[in-house]
């Protein structure tokens, strides 16, 4: 890549355009993420918001590599069952249909502005005015939308046509009663306007102030269950990531009690041991096919989404669990939700691997805001007892997984991806493209995919033929898809060997992705 600043890979040509702008104009990686991350609450509404929450791994040039958990927590208390907003909502994939649950019950304590404001605090050089002016201008002028977010827009459609407040910023101008379709402009004014004031008078505005009072005000007529109380306590968690060496790299990725980075961790641990052959030979497939189906086994084996977080990483990656799984894999190779991620390094050195979340959104626009609020509790994904039996005022899980690879000769490589459940296989796979096989991360992502889980095998095209009916042979169900496509995630990565001056960038194509190096 020509560009001397550095490089941005994001899931859209506005989300990685402000953090290019930022870098062109002095900020740093973590200034560049954070003017993403707010754009795409513009340019990307069903994946991102200020409703919502996500995870920053950061790996400062002079500093400690660390994770930020800036995710959703759960309230303080439950539903009132007779008054509670909660129902569901299908939604059409096409292929499939997914049921939802949205409403003001739905919503868990969001936790993107705190994150927003306290990394910027300990690690951005900007101020946080010229940060979100990016997104201010996005949300003033609007952002065309593209096939992506118009196909999501499509699935999600019941729940953005669900509330008058959402119908207002997202019902089609020109075909009233329907959501905006692609190339439609979307502007969100009330968006940039909050931003202005945020910049202003910080995080307490959304916190301790009027927004958190208006939050629980709604939430105790209308039927959900935040409080000012969720609001005041809410904190944003520094973690030490998980880090495991894997061929000749260094291995960074998101901790518990989060589970896909550990689910990944567990899985390049099963790796270790095995001979691969040759890329997209029978060899190759077959091992990591087995490999997600036994880390699928042992995650159910040890209830690792059960555990206590500081005891769920020596759980899952204890070495004798480890080798009894491995020596499966050895010698066997034929043994078998919404989200969005920006990466950003920069000339100095410094990395940022972001992921974000609104779950599918709730439907429940703040006022004069322009902000919609998250379903995180309605996802069955991360309500494994069933709705309504979650802990009380517990920092929710997730499968996302940013992660951080730098290689023997020091160079950094910030990854991760959207993806819901296929997040942990999506990375693994590019992890051992570049790891293994030497790929360019360009290549490394690009390369078709496969996906195991419950007895189900997603082949994408471009594997030789022989091999995937070898493969399938084996498997009780497989499904082969006739294009790359967004169900096997959206790895977006980026490289910087500051040594040489060098810098490399990928947007996943199946996810809309763009890459920029300013």
Not at 95 to 117: D, R, S
Not at 131 to 146: E, K, S, W
Not at 237 to 253: E, G, I, M, N
């Amino acid at each position: 890549m020509s560009g001397t600043k550095g490089a941005v890979a994001a899931g859209h040509p506005a989300t990685g355009e402000a953090a290019a702008s930022i870098l062109r104009e002095g900020g740093n990686a973590f200034d560049a993420v954070l003017a993403a991350m707010t754009t795409a609450c513009v340019a990307e509404p069903v994946l991102c918001s200020l409703g919502g929450g996500g995870f920053l791994l950061a790996h400062p040039k002079d500093g400690q590599t660390q994770l930020y958990d800036f995710f959703a927590q759960t309230p303080m208390q439950h539903p009132d069952v007779a008054a509670r907003d909660f129902y569901p909502v299908l939604c059409d994939f096409g292929a499939t249909q997914q049921e939802f649950h949205i409403g003001m019950a739905a919503m868990a304590t969001p936790g993107l502005v705190k994150g927003m404001f306290q990394i910027s605090a300990e690690l951005g050089r900007m101020p946080i005015k010229d940060i979100v002016a990016p997104a201010m201008a996005a949300a003033r002028q609007g952002v065309p939308l593209n096939r992506l977010q118009a196909y999501i827009f499509d699935v999600v459609g019941p729940i953005y046509m669900s509330t008058a407040a959402s119908r207002a910023i997202f019902e089609s101008k020109s075909r009233p009663g329907e959501l905006v379709g692609e190339e439609e402009v979307v502007t969100n004014p009330q968006f940039a306007d909050l931003l202005e004031v945020l910049a202003i008078e910080g995080e307490d505005l959304f916190y301790r102030g009027e927004i958190a009072a208006r939050i629980s005000a709604d939430s105790a007529i209308l039927g959900g269950t935040l409080s000012r109380a969720d609001f005041e306590a809410y904190e944003m968690v520094r973690r030490r990531p998980l880090s495991l060496s894997y061929r000749d790299a260094q291995v960074f990725t998101n901790p518990p009690p989060s589970t896909g980075g550990l689910l990944i961790a567990f899985a390049l641990q099963l790796l270790k041991g095995a001979a691969l052959g040759d890329a997209g030979s029978l060899e190759h497939l077959g091992t990591l096919v087995s490999v997600m189906a036994l880390t699928n086994e042992a995650r159910l084996e040890t209830n690792i989404h059960e555990a206590p977080p500081e005891n769920a990483a020596a759980l899952l990656l204890d070495e004798a669990l480890v080798e009894a799984y491995r020596s499966r894999v050895v010698g066997h190779p034929k043994a078998y939700r919404g989200t969005t991620h920006v990466s950003v390094v920069d000339d100095a050195g410094n990395a940022a691997s972001l992921t974000l979340s609104n779950g599918e959104g709730c439907g429940y626009i703040i006022p004069d805001t322009g902000v919609m609020m998250n379903n995180m509790l309605g996802e069955e994904d991360i309500n494994p007892h069933g709705f309504h039996a979650w802990p009380v005022d517990t920092r929710m899980s997730s499968m996302m997984a940013p992660s951080l690879m730098i290689d023997k000769d020091g160079a950094i490589t910030a990854l991760g991806s959207g993806g819901s459940n296929r997040i942990r296989t999506a990375i693994l796979q590019v992890l051992v493209n570049i790891l293994d096989y030497r790929f360019s991360i360009a290549d490394a992502v690009t390369r078709p995919r496969v996906h195991f889980e419950r007895d189900l095998l997603n082949v994408e095209p471009g594997f030789e033929p022989s091999v995937v009916d070898a493969l399938a042979a084996e498997m009780v169900q497989a499904k082969f898809w006739d294009e790359l496509n967004l169900f096997f995630g959206g790895v977006h990565a980026v490289k910087a060997d500051t040594r040489k001056g060098n810098f490399e960038g990928v947007g996943d194509p199946r996810r809309g992705g763009v890459t920029l190096s300013p």
